[in-house]
């Protein structure tokens, strides 16, 4: 058939240095994949059946996971109440000083973990003014759950800021001027415009937030060891009984952490005709 | 009728200087000038979206002062539609009804009416994004006209739009202009929309009003060699009387142009290769083509006449029966009325 190329015939020059490029970003993709996968395939496959059940039915395990769940739920739901108006700020206005407060917001990111504990610890300590007003007030940051919260907004919000500041400035603000000409004020254009348009990058961000909170180790073993987080308690008992028994505990910190994303990605979906 | 004062707005790199401008009740007013003049900038401050640094806008005697966008009984289609994605076209037409006190009845009567009218019926359930961009156009102006707005803004309403849609949207503008009784107030860089749609408007430069009038005496008369090279005539001259080609252009019985003027500009449509015929009313002169440059149907001709050089105007038509081409030596006419001295 004349439609039908013949085998012999020589490509465009320019289809083999698409070939070359493709197999060479592959190529250099794989090891990350495989750093990503391997370790965490061991871990999910490692662990027999029976030793799964038996942790799970464990009450102590049962309640890290849940605290864990809990306290990372408090530390996004925070972030979204409070991050949202700073993002909006953020993407919306130019004013002095925009730039620090941007590289404040980043800050907890950059910094070691173990950090961010010690200064919330310093500044919320008992002989401190901070601390005393809470003290007075009977709340507590040491050892308690007001404290992993405070701690884990302190580095999953800056995920969050910085997700949903990216998605307000994605919207023209000539819709806003749009909706204000309407007759819509500021609020009513806030919630009736701008908000349904970056519901997915809060949504997104408030995964990311999720997920980072949900992980943190180094901050929260400084100001709260006990009440135990599941990442605490597995690593109490790494240190206590050895990479089997923390195998088990990890297991299901991740296969709960996986559905929660999933859910989260799937409530985040975009409709295709819009 | 829209007054602005003495208004000036300062942004960093650009301002808005010392705008004066009356735009009368029920007006089409278009506001001409080139990009990055502030033609979008001006309206935004009408609109009340961008803050004035100082002067006044008053709207029938009215000051409008810091009164928010929302509430200037205002509405504003933009350039590129600023459709709400998330919402249906029919959500989007009734979007700021709420916000208005309108009579239900009334407002369903109106929202029937400019759907028929608009052609959106068929359209109402869909998104934005599955709609053309006439469609999209068609849908902003229902959601602003809906709301009987004192003034409607257009932010080059038909700049997005391929040729075929922009004639049924300039038709449709039109036709909704004269039945609705709103200001109509729209920024363009096409002469030939706002020569169709407009009947007063001003030309803006560098955030400064050039000239302001109607749309035939800022194209025929206009004041600044700026203006007149803006509003396409090609042919300007400093000081036309001093230059011996043009001499001939200053002899006429007295209904012509003044020799005392500092500028000449001729449209280059307004040079005719025929003689007229009236020998008073014309001025018969002669010259040598020196180049033709293609605009699809018309041809521009550069004439040089001693050490002056006229662009004329003329159809594909008359360059190929007159055999037109460069180094032929060729008599042309110019009328006396047609020549602007300023």
């Known amino acids: ?274 | 009728m829209i007054s602005l004062c003495d208004v000036c707005l300062d942004l960093p790199g650009f301002s808005l200087k010392h705008i004066d401008l009356s735009i009368p009740t029920n007006d089409f007013f278009a506001i001409l000038g080139p990009t990055g003049s502030g033609k979008s900038l001006l309206l935004e401050a009408i609109m009340g979206l961008m803050p004035i640094t100082s002067g006044t806008i008053s709207i029938d005697n009215k000051d409008m002062g810091t009164l928010p966008p929302e509430k200037r009984n205002m509405g504003i289609v933009y350039q590129d539609f600023a459709l709400f994605p998330h919402m249906t076209v029919k959500q989007n037409i009734l979007y700021g009804v709420r916000y208005h006190a309108l009579p239900r009845a009334g407002t369903t009567k109106r929202f029937d009416q400019l759907v028929d009218q608009m052609n959106l019926s068929h359209l109402l359930g869909r998104y934005p994004k599955t709609l053309s961009g006439g469609e999209k156009q068609r849908t902003a102006l229902a959601r602003a006209l809906i709301l009987n707005p004192g003034i409607l803004l257009l932010d080059e309403p038909l700049s997005a739009l391929d040729p075929m849609l922009q004639d049924d949207l300039k038709q449709l503008l039109k036709s909704l202009h004269q039945e609705f009784s709103t200001t109509f107030v729209m920024v363009s860089h096409s002469f030939s929309d706002v020569m169709f749609l407009a009947d007063n408007g001003a030309i803006i430069r560098n955030g400064t009003i050039e000239q302001t009038g109607t749309i035939k005496s800022l194209f025929e008369k206009p004041n600044s060699p700026f203006t007149a090279q803006f509003t396409g005539m090609k042919n300007i001259y400093t000081r036309p009387a001093a230059i011996p080609a043009l001499v001939p252009l200053f002899q006429h019985n007295g209904h012509g142009p003044r020799p005392d003027h500092a500028h000449m500009a001729l449209r280059p449509e307004a040079i005719l290769h025929d003689n007229p015929g009236e020998k008073e009313t014309c001025c018969a002169m002669e010259g040598v083509v020196t180049r033709l440059i293609s605009r699809g149907f018309f041809y521009d001709v550069i004439i040089k006449m001693d050490t002056v050089k006229l662009t004329a105007q003329w159809t594909r038509h008359a360059v190929l029966v007159k055999q037109i081409q460069p180094g032929r030596r060729i008599s042309f006419f110019i009328p006396f009325s047609s020549i602007h001295t300023f």
């Open chain 1, 1 to 274: 058939m004349r439609s039908k190329i013949k085998s012999s015939q020589k490509l465009p020059s320019h289809a083999g240095d698409s070939d070359a490029f493709w197999f060479f970003t592959i190529l250099l993709s794989i090891p990350l994949v495989l750093l990503i996968i391997l370790p965490l395939g061991r871990m999910i496959t490692t662990p027999e059946m029976a030793d799964l059940v038996f942790t799970i039915k464990e009450k102590t395990v049962q309640a890290a996971l849940a605290r864990s769940l809990f306290t990372a739920l408090m530390a996004t739901m925070a972030a979204m109440v409070f991050g949202t108006p700073l993002a909006y700020i953020l993407a919306r206005k130019s004013f002095r000083g925009k730039n620090i407060i941007e590289g404040l917001v980043d800050l907890p990111i950059m910094i070691p973990h173990p950090v961010i504990g010690i200064a919330i610890l310093s500044l919320f300590g008992r002989n401190t003014l901070p601390g005393k007003v809470l003290a007075f007030l009977n709340v507590e940051i040491m050892g308690s759950l007001t404290g992993i919260v405070m701690v884990l907004i302190f580095v999953g919000a800056p995920f969050y800021v910085n997700s949903v500041k990216s998605g307000f400035e994605t919207i023209p603000v000539r819709l806003e001027n749009a909706s204000r000409s309407l007759g819509a004020g500021m609020t009513s254009t806030f919630f009736r415009v701008t908000f349904p348009m970056v519901r997915r990058h809060m949504m997104l961000g408030a995964v990311l937030c999720t997920a980072r909170a949900i992980s943190e180790f180094g901050a929260v073993v400084i100001v709260a060891y006990h009440p135990m987080t599941a990442p605490v308690l597995i690593y109490e008992r790494f240190t206590a009984y050895g990479l089997k028994y923390s195998q088990c505990v990890a297991f299901w910190l991740i296969l709960i952490s996986l559905l929660l994303f999933i859910s989260m990605r799937l409530l985040s979906r975009e409709r295709k005709d819009r």
